[in-house]
């Protein structure tokens, strides 16, 4: 169970702006409040370096994509390089790990 848990959070919002939508400022206060505790929860578990995620699941096209950007940002390596390593270990962190432990 998260520590999180164990703490009320109250939020007050004030009234609407529109009248008759009684919960949107509710609704954008508790997103925001629940992606904060996510956000926070995966850099406790170390998933993120620096402000990137490093343990994301790469199922399609645009995620392969953002893998190898961010393997080429963070290595300061060729796009072709990046991709072979993303290709070879399947998962940012490890490719990462594996460069790094080579050099």
């Known amino acids: 169970m998260s520590a999180v848990s164990d703490f009320p959070i109250e939020v007050i919002v004030g009234p609407e ?5 009684s919960r949107m400022k509710a ?8 992606n904060m505790i996510s956000t926070a929860s995966m850099i406790q578990l170390g998933h993120i370096r ?21 393997v080429q940002e963070q290595l300061s390596i060729s796009k072709k390089e990046a991709k072979a390593l993303i ?4 998962s940012i962190r490890i490719a990462l790990d594996q460069y790094t432990s080579n050099e």
Not at 17 to 21: A, D, E, L, Q, Y
Not at 61 to 70: G, P, S, V
Not at 87 to 90: A, D, R, T, V
């Open 27 to 34: 609704g954008t206060a508790q997103k925001l409040i629940l």
């Open 17 to 21: 702006f529109v009248t008759g939508s």
């Open 50 to 70: 620096g402000n990137k995620m490093v343990d994301m699941q790469m199922t399609n096209e645009k995620l392969k994509k953002r893998a190898i950007k961010i």
């Open 87 to 90: 290709l070879k270990h399947k």
